[in-house]
């Protein structure tokens, strides 16, 4: 027997009833139209295509940009038991065969790829013979050169409508300006789409920003005062683990996360902050991304984002479970002048992006016409240094040939790490006995490594700092100690970066950048960031009122909870008692006389005010309840 989208939602996700609008668009799918939903972070835009998706007959074609989120989702989806799959690249072809053969005999339900995926005849081929449902495009923004995470390869997408005239598109992201939105709509060629827009407002979250020249210490005062867990937002991935170390250092547990790391390092800090042992997260904007805990106190940025809908996506992770959270930018006049810098560099002419692929393909020796879905060992700095780019240079350009579907940037895998003890065992309990802050670590290394007296054996540095609730970064600390004392002769694991071909190698000089101008998407780049100064440097009216204006909704409610407002409000509790004191020094009133004289102020601050000058016997009340000096 069917079941509805209710019993669904209760018996996969748990939840009793749909926020607004998750049910109205979940019918409109439902009923065979198009959808273009702009929903903020946090706000559930998954369920929108999921659940239609187990109520449909055939399977729901998913895509997505990230390969690590489409991994993520489909975990997820299966430990609740729905039928999920991904198509990704580095996957085998019989890999690929099993999975689209689950697809035509009901094993899968969902089915998640990159956009590039759609560019490939025999995979749109293989996707003829399978009912496809509906298709869903996550992140949707992408697909937009004005949004401020284009993608070329989102462009194609629009061109599966084709093959699946009668299935239904759903378009979904967190964070779109009404000329994105309409944009999206065009390019993926939408049939009198239905539009859902959710309010940006969040009425417990407050914006906060400080021009400070001292930021670690205003960092300290701030999680100290907010309490509770959060997330501190830097620039580079160097200073994630300086100021990891620095919030350590003064008792505040925390912990760090890039996009550097090996997946072990990221799965353990994630995992050791979501479930409450480090009280702190300090990241690169790698992070966050499918990140669902509610219990956010606090979000702070070091520097100043690139646009606005990246610093709102990011704020945004705090305070989902609806209690006051605060979102805290911290800058200098230096981090205004980085931001024209990060462009210039983020952006590449186009012949640099040209030889650049050149460059990498000559360094792989990857013929024309060849290279596809084949993995390779990338060495940025050697194809720098030999072909004299700079590796800033190099790594923007190979983002651009990334987002325009050519390669795939796998994150950072990494050679497993080998130490041998080269003591006695009296002797490495002699040390542990003199240095007990070593013991532990001993004590697991001779539990799980065996055979480390007698030859190199394969230690895992990130198990080791798990069983003694400790980070990876000071287990490798401490080994590489003992290595220099000559109790241990440890090899580190070396980090190793690859590189994927997901379209076979294609003429350099022919490179298009599938019909994009990077002088216009510059250009763009630069108007984000304007419009992100012009926002930490207003005065009115108030952030969140600036914030939702940007994303086209209109209000002048303010929030009364950000920097501004704050401000606003000090001043006018000035106003109030100035005003107050010359009314009365005229002769005693009522309150209600009082608040006459007033007409522009909001009477529960005049009140408040009026309070708080009795409680101080600035102003007194007799008898008949009236005011006077």
């Given at each position: ?162 093959h699946f005239p009668s299935a239904p598109i759903i378009a979904l ?242 050679e497993q790490s080998t130490m041998m003890v080269t003591v006695s ?6 040390f542990a006995k003199t240095n007990p802050q070593y013991a532990p ?189």
């Amino acid at each position: 027997m069917a079941k509805t989208a209710l019993e669904l939602l209760k018996k996969h996700w748990g939840y009793d009833s749909f926020r607004h609008p998750q049910n109205e668009i979940i019918e409109a799918v439902l009923d065979g139209h198009d959808a273009m939903v702009l929903m903020p972070t946090g706000g559930g835009k998954s369920l929108c295509y999921q659940i239609p998706a187990l109520m449909k007959e055939g399977v729901c074609l998913v895509v997505s940009p990230l390969i690590a989120l489409m991994k993520d989702q489909v975990e997820n989806l299966r430990e609740k038991h729905i039928k999920a799959a991904c198509i990704v690249s580095g996957m085998t072809s019989d890999q690929q065969s099993n999975v689209l053969t689950n697809c035509m005999y009901g094993g899968v339900k969902l089915l998640y790829v990159a956009p590039e995926r759609l560019r490939q005849r025999t995979f749109i081929n293989a996707l003829n013979g399978i009912n496809i449902s509906m298709i869903a495009v996550d992140e949707a923004h992408c697909i937009s050169q004005w949004g401020y995470d284009f993608r070329p390869s989102y462009l194609t997408i629009g061109e599966i409508r084709q093959h699946f005239p009668s299935a239904p598109i759903i378009a979904l992201t967190a964070t779109a300006t009404p000329i994105v939105v309409d944009d999206i709509c065009t390019r993926l060629e939408m049939r009198n789409a239905k539009r859902f827009v959710a309010s940006f407002y969040r009425e417990n979250l407050a914006y906060m920003v400080f021009h400070e020249a001292d930021k670690r210490n205003r960092l300290l005062r701030i999680i100290r005062k907010v309490g509770g867990c959060g997330i501190v937002y830097v620039s580079s991935r160097h200073a994630t683990s300086e100021i990891s170390d620095f919030l350590n250092s003064n008792g505040i547990t925390s912990g760090y996360y890039h996009a550097g790391l090996t997946k072990r390092e990221r799965d353990m800090a994630q995992s050791r902050w979501m479930e409450g042992r480090t009280q702190v997260m300090v990241a690169t904007n790698a992070f966050g991304m499918g990140i669902d805990k509610r219990d956010v106190r606090f979000v702070v940025h070091t520097y100043i984002p690139s646009s606005i809908e990246s610093y709102f996506q990011e704020a945004g992770r705090g305070g989902r479970d609806g209690q006051r959270a605060y979102a805290v930018m911290l800058y200098t006049e230096g981090d205004i002048e980085k931001l024209d810098k990060n462009i210039n560099q983020a952006y590449p002419d186009a012949d640099t992006v040209r030889a650049v692929y050149n460059a990498l393909c000559y360094h792989l020796a990857v013929p024309l016409g060849g290279g596809e879905n084949e993995e390779f060992a990338l060495d940025v700095e050697a194809i720098a240094a030999k072909h004299s780019f700079s590796t800033t240079t190099l790594w923007a350009a190979l983002g651009i040939l990334e987002r325009d579907g050519l390669i795939y940037l796998p994150s950072k895998g990494e050679e497993q790490s080998t130490m041998m003890v080269t003591v006695s065992r009296d002797g490495l309990f002699n040390f542990a006995k003199t240095n007990p802050q070593y013991a532990p670590l001993i004590e697991t290394i001779m539990r799980i490594c065996g055979g480390v007296f007698a030859r190199h054996t394969d230690v895992d540095e990130a198990l080791i700092a798990k069983l003694n609730d400790i980070d990876p970064v000071q287990v490798r600390f401490m080994l590489e100690r003992m290595d220099k004392l000559n109790l241990i002769d440890y090899k580190k694991g070396r980090q190793s970066q690859t590189v994927i071909f997901t379209a076979p190698r294609c003429d350099a000089k022919s490179l298009q950048s599938g019909g994009v101008d990077y002088a216009v998407q510059k250009q763009h780049a630069m108007q984000r960031k304007e419009a992100m100064v012009e926002f930490i440097r207003s005065s009115e009216p108030c952030r969140s009122i600036q914030l939702l204006r940007y994303f086209g909704e209109q209000s002048d409610r303010r929030c009364g909870w950000c920097d501004i407002c704050i401000a606003h409000t000090k001043q006018q509790k000035a106003e109030v008692e100035t005003k107050v004191a010359q009314l009365l020094a005229q002769g005693p009133m009522t309150i209600q006389q009082l608040l006459s004289h007033f007409d522009d102020i909001d009477e529960r601050l005049i009140r408040s005010q009026v309070r708080s000058m009795i409680d101080a016997r600035t102003i007194g009340i007799d008898r008949d309840m009236r005011l006077y000096v």
